[in-house]
Every structure is written in structure tokens, then in C-alpha cells.
């Protein structure tokens, strides 16, 4: 009897073993390697300006990949000197001008004319859409973190929602009563 249960107990081991690795896995891994858009402001401040970038100037995916790489680059420039001048607006202005201005230079090398002009007449509405985002950036974090919490756990899975369809399974014979 024991060992009927001994060898019925790691087959159910086994089973959901393997379950958990298959294709419809509810178990998701982090990749601990990239930032977490949650936490990471300054990505997400990027993102949200290069995708409207994209979207308005009609952008290429060579183009597009460019634009991200540059808005990257220029978005935490410009963070860190929101964060080192804190309170001197003026300061950040004039440094964050001369960051927008070499985000103009590396644009006008990739950019069609047409594409280029069109950003140049509105790139005080992308600075505008930028800084606006920033300075909101800390409230639409907080939020979307308390809204989607990730679990604290040691290995950083996230679980995710099981199938909709309950499993009917039968009672059987297993537990202290069967003969």
C-alpha cells in the first residue's frame, strides 16, 4: 500500500512538473536582464515619444528603430538633468535644449526631407508631449504598479490566469476509506 502511494504520489509530481513547462504554462519567468518597464520611467518616457514619433511622421522600420535608439538616448539625458537641477527650471531648460538639439542633428541624418520638416514643425509639441509626460510619469507608474501587481517572490514568476474551463475530475478511490 505504501508503495502504491509512494509511486501514485511522484507520478503527480512528475505530471505537474511537466505540466508547468509546456506550451500553456501559467508560470512566465522574467528576464531579469532588461529594466522593468514598471519601475523604469525613463523608458517608458522614450517609448511613449518615439511611438508617437513614429505613428506621426510615417516612419520606416529602419527609421523607426533609429528614432527609438536616439529618443532612448536623448530621454535619459535629459532625466538626469531634471534630476541633478531639481527645482532650477530655467537650468533644465537650457540643458535640456542643447540635448534636443543634437536629437535634431542625429534626426536630420536618417529623416527624409519631407519627414524632417514635418518633425521640426512640431518638435516643440513632442518637447511639450515629453515633458508633460514626465512630470506625470511618477503618478501613471504608481498607478499601473498598485493596478497590475507583480508578485514578490524569490524566483520572479509571474503567475498568470488558469484556463476558464474547470476540470472535472473523479473522485476515485484515493484516501484512508478505500479497499
Avoid: W
Avoid at 24 to 43: G, I, M, Y
Avoid at 75 to 91: D, P, T
Avoid at 115 to 123: A, D, I, L, N, P
Avoid at 130 to 149: E, G, H, K, M, Y
Wanted: net charge positive; aromatic share 6%.
Amino acid at each position: 500500500m505504501k508503495t502504491a502511494f509512494a509511486s501514485l504520489f511522484l507520478a503527480l509530481l512528475v505530471g505537474s512538473a511537466t505540466a508547468q513547462q509546456g506550451p500553456n504554462s501559467t508560470v512566465a519567468v522574467q528576464d531579469k536582464t532588461q529594466p522593468s518597464p514598471r519601475l523604469n520611467s525613463v523608458q517608458a518616457r522614450a517609448d511613449r515619444l518615439s511611438e508617437q514619433m513614429v505613428r506621426d511622421l510615417h516612419l520606416n522600420n529602419y527609421q523607426a528603430t533609429k528614432l527609438r535608439a536616439v529618443n532612448a538616448d536623448k530621454v535619459s539625458k535629459m532625466a538626469v538633468i531634471e534630476r541633478r537641477n531639481a527645482g532650477n527650471q530655467k537650468l533644465i531648460d537650457e540643458q535640456c535644449n542643447g540635448v534636443c538639439k543634437e536629437r535634431d542633428k542625429e534626426f536630420q541624418a536618417f529623416l527624409s526631407n519631407d519627414q524632417y520638416s514635418s518633425y521640426f514643425g512640431t518638435r516643440g509639441v513632442y518637447n511639450k508631449t515629453d515633458r508633460d509626460f514626465a512630470s506625470q510619469s511618477s503618478t501613471i507608474l504608481l498607478t499601473n504598479s498598485v493596478q497590475n501587481p507583480l508578485p514578490a517572490r524569490a524566483n520572479d514568476a509571474s503567475i498568470a490566469p488558469t484556463s476558464t474551463k474547470p476540470t472535472n475530475r473523479p473522485a476515485g478511490n484515493l484516501g484512508r476509506n478505500a479497499r
